[in-house]
Structures are given as C-alpha cells and as structure tokens.
C-alpha cells in the first residue's frame, strides 16, 4: 500500500484522434510498466471492435510506477474512458474516481466538441487539469493557436501547456513529471476506518465472472474480505484483490487512495450497480458514496435474424452480451413484417452499432436492424401518460392528447466555410439556434434538436456536408411537446409495421415522399402492380405505383434445358430467404435500412 | 412401360458452318468431320438405348444441332434405317431435321425425305439481310425463301424460326415482318425473343456496354402480345410459350418435353430422361465433340451421367415444362409426385388476377400469365 501523497489518479480527456491511447501507451512503456516484447498498439483496448473503431467502450485502469525527478517513488493511476458521446454517463461517472485529468488536443486541430463535453466533465468534478499538446512535431501544428483556444473556449488556463509527440514519445518524461508536481493527491483516506470504496465500472469476464474496478477512499480491502454492496445488498467473498499492470496483477491489499480490481465470483454485470459504495460486512462505513444513477437508453431499434431459424441464436447472442453491459436493454418483439426479435435499447447510435456488429461478427448471426426510434412520452385524454418506444405501438390519436418528444443540446464545432451547410442542416432537422460564436476560424454552433432527428443519419449527414471537418457532440435537455404524428407505410395496401415512424406533422409530406419514392427503387417488380403508400391515421399522403413486371419467361426450353431451369429455381428459392412477404409482395430486407436514409 | 407423355430420340450434331453470336447451343466450327466414324457412334448408342427401352413404342425423332442440315442424307438414312430396326414406331411417327436455309443445304433435302424425316425445321431467324447480318447469319433473305420453297414442295411439314426483339426493332417493324411470315407459314412457327445469353458473344458484348436498341422490356411485352394476337388471327395459335401452329400440327416431339414424357439423348451433350422401375433418371453425354466420340468408341457408352431425379424434383420440373403449354398441367399429376399439392393461396391470387386458369384437375397460365411465366413459377414453386 502506498502513502497517500505518493499517489496520483487521473484520466485523461481527448478528442478521438487526438492521441490518448497513444499517449496512454507511452506513459505505459518509459516506466517499464509492461516489458517490451508485450508492448502492442492501443494496450487499454481490448475488445476487437474497441481496436478497430479506436474507441473506448468500457473504463480501463492502469497502474504505473514511477521514479520522479525528486528521487521519490510515485504510483500513478490512470483511468482510461470512453471518449464518445454515447458513453458520456459513463465517463462522468469515471471521472468521480479520480483527481486529475490531461487534456490531450492535437496541436494542428484544436479543441473539438468531444474535448469540451469532456473536459466539462472533467471540470465538473473539481479535477485539476494539465492541458498537452500532441503531435507538436507534425508541420500543421500550431501550438499557440490551439493554447490560445484552450483558453478562449475552455477557460482555463494552457500557458504551461506540455508540447508533446506521443508517436514519438517527445515530452512525455514531462508528461509524467506534471502528472505527479501539478495533480493532486488523493485528498482523505484513512486506513484504519471501515472499508469505504466505489465501485468504478464492472465488466464480464469469461472465466474469471465479473471482475469490478474499485477506488478505495477509506480502510483496506483485501482477499478473503466478506464484503457488501450497499445499494443491491449483495454480500461477497473476495477471492481476488489487485491491480492492472496493465496484465491483471495480485497485490496483498489496496488501500486508501488506490485503484484496482476485486473478484468476488459475481455472476453477472446486472447484479453489481456502477457507483455503489463497497464495505466490509461485518464493519460497515456509515455513510454511503452519493452513487450515480444508472444509465438510461436513449435509443431502441429492433434487431430481427435474417434467417428466422436463428432466432434462438439471436436471443443467446444477446444475453450474453448483455451479461456484461448493463445499459443494453432487450425485450422479445414480434412483428407481421419480420417475425421474431428484439427491441432492444442503446445509449446511443455507437452503441448500437457495435452490439450489432458484435452480435454479427462474434455470433455469426445477419441482421435486419429496423430504424432507431427514440422514447416519446405519449399523453393520454385520459391524463395519463405512456412511454412509447416503438412506433408500431402508437395508440389512436383519438385518445391521445399531446405527445413530447426528447430534446438535445448539440454542440457543432465547424471550420467558417462549412458553417452555412451546418446551419442548414440543423434547420432542417428542426433545429433551435442557441449560440454562434467564433474561436480563431472555427465556429461553435449550439443547437436545441429533437433527438429523433439525431439518431438516424444526423452525424453521417454532417460529416459529408463538412467533408469530415466538423465534431459534434451533445446532451439530454429533456422532453417538450411538438406535434408529432407516426406515419405508416402501406405497400399493396398492406401495412409494413417495421417501417413506422414518428415524424413531426410539418415535415410528414417531405418524408413520407422520400420514403415512397426510395422503396419504389428498393422494391423489386412484381405481376402485379404495387402501390407504395405513406399515411398518417387513415390518410394517404404520399403515393408512388410500381409498375407490374411486363415479361419475365424464358423464350426457349426444351428436353436439354430442364436440368439447367429446375436448378435455378432452386437457386431462386434460396434467394427468397433474403425476402420478407407481405401479402403477396415481397421486400429485400435491404430495404428496410435503405428506405429510412434520407439524402437531404 | 409406356410412360405418359410419349418418348422420343433426340439426336445432337454438333458442327455449325459459322457460329452464331446469339447462340448458346452446343456447337462447334470443323472443317473435317469424319461422317462415317460419326455414323458408328450414333448408331452403336441407338442399340445400347435399345435394349435398356425395349417393348416401347417409339413417337419421334429430332435431329437437332448444331446444323444437321450439314449431315450426308445417307448418315441421316443410316441413322432411321437403324431406329426403325430397334424400336417398334407409333403410328404418328414425326421425324424431324433442323435446317439452315442456304441454298447448300436445300440440295440435300430430297435426300432426307428419302432417308424417312417427315418435318423440318428451318432457322430462317429474320425476314429482312440487315438484321440477318446483324444475327451472323451467313444465308440472305432471298436465300431463305428459295430454301423453303424447297423444303416446302419436298416436305407437307415445314416449321421456321423467326427470333424478335431485334436491336432497333420497333413493335410496328415486327408486326409487318411477322404478317409476310404468317403469309408464307404452312402450319407452325417458332417465333423466339431474342434472349442475351451469357457465355455468348452476344452476352460479352452486351455485358460490356454494346449491344444498344434492344427493346426495353414493356416493348418486348408488347410484341409478345402483338405476335399472339397476329398467329391467332392466322389461325396458328400459341400452343406453347414461343411456338404457334394450326390444330394438330405441333411439334410433337417438343411437346414431349413439356408434357413430362421419356426422351433418349444421343450426341454430345445431348439430355435424356428415362423413367423405369427404378425411377426417373436425367442421362448427360460429353460436351465436346470429339469426347463424346471416343468415349462411345471405347466405352461402348455416350452417357457420361446418370442422375436420379427425386419425385420432388420430378415435379418441379413437370410443372415448369407443362405450364409453358397453352394446355397447361395436370395437377394430381404434380400432386402425386410432389407429395403435396400446388399451394392454395398463390393459386388463387393468380387466378383472381387473371395469370392462371385453374380447374379441379387443371391449372394453365392465360394470355396474361405466360409472358411472365417465371413469376407464376416462383410463386407456385419457390
């Protein structure tokens, strides 16, 4: 155990891009925390998806020695979060666990709206802040613009900033010198009280069961400790206490002010709660952390097998997932269209697409993902209130008297000679202007949008209209009414329940042509005339006709063509598995994603 | 065992003079064909089919290529004389040649009335030079019409094949080219949709961007029904998907195949179906030429696989031969190998839409149904 003012714990605040896994990876291997030969790319993240992406999902921890320049030995926590917005509960919870943060910013782009919804964060939790420059090195870079913007947008203050080049580990000796001279130590902690410690995230492992990263405030928590989570109750015998180096480490005990692991065979990620307070069953402290409210999601899509027989696979995909990621909710859906399925709920669309992606590439199972949807509150005649999380499920507008939709603050930060499309943009999507102020040749744009208006296509739609150059971040504000209507697809007059949506009444035509006139592209032609209908209650509003096939046969078949033609059939009719029958048309599955993407 | 359906021979030359850039035939270009030794083989697999079919009544032959009108009229005399020793004939015995309408080929046809062929079948393909060049037909129009003026004093049975569809052909171009045909018609036409094949030359040009002015589909359409309601006006209605004739003058062998009867395959890559106790079996030969001669020299046998076909399968196939007669398809026939009957919902939608006729033991695809005969097929199949 070490003495309090021997300890550092931070984390560290960046843009994606800017350098933090890097930086991370550096600080790991000048103190020798990890022998050469094992040292590899991105050493925090672990998961294939996490590497790929280069994002963070879950929280990491890394212990490091250090030797400062006063000859004294330091041990320094490092804390890794998620950077992307979709995770942004999860990164303030983090950021309770530790004292400090470095904030990382490329030196030739500057502060981003990730930066800031961090750095806020950061602030918010009292941290004291060490702003770095990276890639200092590179010819773009222009370390006194970016200071002097750390200062105008951030407020605070960057004159000691510490230039560095994490790709070539330029200044990261001073890194780790103003890790342990400028962030603080632990501030209490006291070895002899009743165990005090927090639980920092939890994550599923699959042979070790749930392995919980803890901060000790108070007392020691050692092996063979019966110990009690005091929100869930739940009581526990300790088989393990440790640290990250960043390889999972046996230590004798953790003490006040440290960071590390314990694993007290818990069998699910569910029955821990991320913040609550962990203490000794038999002296318990009294006083329990404030904890944190359990992160709710924002976004729900349904998740239907191509296949149908693969419905029992979905559902095992799914619970294993869930077994470590407590904020993915499911529950079984069935609809007309696809059959059988989940509903299931995201933080947001990252979320959703890297369990779906897990769930494609870990469980070999392709999916038809229907359009995210987000929670509305539906106000009944009555006076009561439903929440209403699948648009196929909207009650009569008969009986309902208002509905209020999810709000967003965004936060646009876009170089000048984009900023017209942006604000076009964000106008369309029904968007309230906060704010619009300039920091050097870039502008922050604030706008108030309806989420729904996020989900789909928003963040695809900004990065082309900006050729990439745009961050983008935002926050839940809250519910406000708006006149919202779910409009209905009809195709041969047949509803498609799976193409439902919610949509603001003004912009119901525009969409509901969009979408007619896309899956009439989408929809293959048939004997038959089809006609594509969008409607809101029993009124059509949009209408396209597919025209009928007018020649499909083989002009020549005869005794040597049989075998040849029989195959093909057979062929045709695997090809029909990708197909959905509705009535007697038939839709890609394809369709049910591409019809939702709108081009302007 | 005389299954139902008929049976019949189909036998395969494979030489063309020049190939044509449409064709996907099994065809080939040589400049020496050794017609006795070809002769040999054809007529050692007439005895091997022989003995495996023996009791049966033979109802046709159909010499098909390739251009078999480039066979000696003694090969083709050696061949019947040879069928006529093996297999009792049925009385309708319908021997038919396909012919290429050069001027070359109309000398030996008094030779094949001799050697016993009673029909021919003449690929006269377009009725104006432009597009025969186009087609890489080496005959002219003028060439054609003396070749069936031939055909037509020598034989009472004369089919030809016209193929439309044509690059830049408009609906009125083909409605006067098809009135001369049904002028000069005695009793059957084959009227094709030019198709794109791939492996073609066509299809390669067509894949890279050529080919332009192929009518567009509801083009085509139309001239499928402008060509049905002309042959009918004539007299010649379609009993089949693109084959047009008075009463009782069909191709008798082709209507084998789409009614689900037994046909031997002789000559490179020919097809056969043979049903016997055991089951229904799809016989294959070699492709190549040459292969499949050395093959029979040596092995004694052409078929280069036999497969059973599954009543299942069986089915499938009946079905999509049969649907393409105007006469259509026997559906306790199609039940009693399906194990199963076609399904109900479908078969009522395409009757209410008016793409199928069904009665209690019959169902036929209407006027409407057959240019879009695919379609029905994956609904009723798929």
Redesign the interface.
């Known amino acids: 155990m070490t003495e309090l003012d021997h300890i550092r714990n931070f984390s560290i605040v960046a843009h994606i891009d800017h350098g933090k896994s890097t930086l991370a990876d550096r600080l790991i291997q000048s103190t020798n925390t990890v022998a050469e030969r094992d040292m590899k790319e991105q050493l925090l993240d672990s998961m294939d998806i996490e590497r790929e992406r280069g994002i963070t999902i879950k929280a990491n921890t890394v212990r490091i020695d250090y030797t400062a320049q006063n000859g004294e030995a330091y041990v320094l926590n490092l804390i890794d979060t998620p950077g992307h917005v979709d995770f942004a509960y999860e990164v303030s919870r983090s950021m309770q666990a530790v004292e400090g943060s470095l904030l990382v910013v490329d030196a030739s782009q500057g502060v981003e709206a990730q930066t800031l919804a961090n750095v806020y964060q950061a602030i918010d939790a009292d941290h004291e802040i060490v702003p770095v420059l990276n890639k200092i090195d590179l010819p773009a870079a222009e370390p006194e613009r970016v200071c002097e913007q750390i200062e105008d947008v951030i407020g605070i203050d960057a004159s000691d900033a510490v230039m560095i080049s994490a790709k070539t580990g330029l200044g990261i000796a001073d890194v780790l010198e103003a890790i342990v001279q400028r962030l603080p130590a632990p501030k209490t902690g006291d070895r002899d009280a009743p165990l005090k410690a927090m639980l920092v995230d939890s994550k599923y492992d699959q042979y070790l069961g749930v392995i919980c990263i803890v901060r000790i405030i108070d007392g020691t928590l050692k092996k063979g400790d019966r110990i009690r989570m005091m929100k869930t109750g739940g009581t526990y015998d300790v088989d393990d206490v440790g640290v990250y180096r960043p390889a999972m480490t046996t230590v004798a005990a953790l003490g006040p002010g440290e960071i590390g692991f314990l694993n007290a065979s818990i069998k699910q990620v569910r029955d821990t709660r991320v913040g609550d307070t962990i203490t000794h069953e038999k002296r318990q402290c009294t006083q329990a952390l404030p904890g944190f409210k359990p992160s709710q999601p924002v976004v729900f899509c349904g998740l239907f097998p191509v296949d149908s027989a693969e419905f029992e696979d979905l559902r095992d995909a799914i619970e294993k997932l869930a077994l470590n990621d407590a904020s993915f909710s499911y529950e079984m859906e069935t609809s007309a269209a696809l059959g059988f399925g989940f509903r299931c709920g995201f933080l947001g669309l990252l979320h959703l697409e890297v369990i779906r992606d897990r769930i494609e590439r870990e469980y070999d199972i392709e999916l038809i993902t229907t359009a995210p949807s987000v929670i509305y509150h539906i106000y009944m005649r009555d006076g009561t209130m439903t929440e209403l999380h699948n648009p196929a499920d909207m009650p009569d507008m008969a009986i309902v008297d208002h509905v209020e939709e999810p709000r967003i603050k965004a936060t646009i930060l876009v170089p000048d000679e984009y900023l017209g499309d942006v604000l076009k943009l964000c106008q369309d999507r029904r968007g309230i202007q906060e704010d619009l102020t300039y920091a050097g040749t870039r502008a922050m744009v604030v706008y108030d949008l309806p989420l729904n208006e996020v989900v789909f296509d928003f963040y695809d739609r900004l990065k082309s209209v900006t050729k990439g150059y745009a961050s983008f971040d935002y926050q839940m504000i809250g519910y406000r009414e708006d006149y919202l209507v779910k409009m209905q697809v009809l195709v041969n007059d047949e509803p498609v329940d799976a193409l439902s949506m919610m949509v603001h009444r003004d912009r119901a035509e525009m969409r509901g042509r969009a979408m007619v006139e896309k899956l009439k592209e989408l929809i293959p032609r048939h004997m038959f005339k089809i006609p594509i209908q969008a409607a809101i209650g029993g009124r059509v509003i949009a209408r396209e006709t597919l025209s009928a096939m007018r020649k499909d046969v083989t002009a020549k078949c005869y005794g040597g063509d049989a075998s040849r033609k029989r195959k093909l059939l057979d062929k045709q009719k695997a090809g029909k598995k990708k197909m959905r029958q509705f009535g007697k048309v038939e839709i890609p599955q394809s369709a049910f994603i591409s019809a939702l993407k709108m081009d302007s | 065992m005389q299954p139902e359906g008929g049976f019949g021979l ?1 036998l395969h030359w494979p030489f063309c003079q020049s190939k044509c850039p449409y064709c996907d035939f099994n065809s080939h270009v040589s400049a020496h064909i050794d017609q006795d030794r070809w002769q040999r083989a054809y007529l050692s697999e007439i005895r091997r089919y022989g003995e495996i079919t023996r009791g049966r009544h033979l109802d046709t032959v159909f010499f098909g290529g390739g251009t078999p009108s480039l066979m000696n009229p003694d090969l083709v005399h050696a061949i019947l004389e040879e069928i006529r020793l093996t297999w009792p004939l049925s009385n309708s015995f319908e021997v038919t040649l396909e012919a290429n309408p050069g001027s070359v080929e109309a000398g030996r046809f008094a030779g094949y009335r001799d050697a016993g062929v009673n029909r021919i079948s003449m690929g006269i393909q377009a009725l104006n030079d432009p597009d025969l060049k186009r087609l890489g037909r080496l005959h002219s129009v003028a060439e054609a019409l003396a070749a069936y003026d031939t055909a037509r004093n020598l034989f009472d049975r004369v089919s030809f094949d016209l193929i439309y569809a044509r690059q830049d052909q408009r609906i009125e171009d083909w409605r006067r080219e098809l009135n001369q045909a049904l002028d000069m018609a005695i009793d059957h036409l084959s009227l ?4 794109i094949e791939d492996g073609t030359a066509f299809g390669d040009r067509h894949a890279r961007g050529g080919l332009r002015g192929l009518p567009p ?2 083009d ?3 001239m ?1 029904f402008v060509t049905q309601e002309l042959c009918e006006a004539a007299g010649m209605g379609g009993y089949e ?2 084959n047009y004739a008075r009463d009782m003058a069909e191709s008798r062998h ?1 209507l ?2 789409w009614r689900g009867g037994d ?1 031997i ?1 002789i000559g490179p ?5 043979l049903t016997d106790a055991s089951g229904r079996h ?1 016989t ?1 030969t070699a492709l190549a030429p040459l292969t499949w001669l050395i093959q029979v020299e040596t092995t004694g046998t052409g078929t280069a696989s036999t497969e059973v076909i599954t009543p299942a ?1 069986q089915a ?2 009946y079905l ?2 049969s649907l ?1 007669l105007r006469e259509g398809s026997s559906r306790s026939r199609f039940e009693a190998l399906n194990g199963a009957g076609l399904p109900e919902g479908a078969l009522a ?1 395409l009757q209410d ?1 008016g ?1 199928l006729t069904v009665t209690k033991d019959r169902i036929a695809a209407t006027d409407q149904g ?10 009723l ?2």
Do not use: C, K
């Open positions: 189909y094709y949709q030019l198709t589909d509801d085509a359409a139309a499928y998907i693109s082709n084998i195949y046909y395959g890559g020919a097809h056969g179906r799809a294959e399968d499938v196939e999509m031969m393409r939608w839409d793409f057959r240019p879009v005969l695919n379609a029905i097929l994956r609904e199949l798929a």
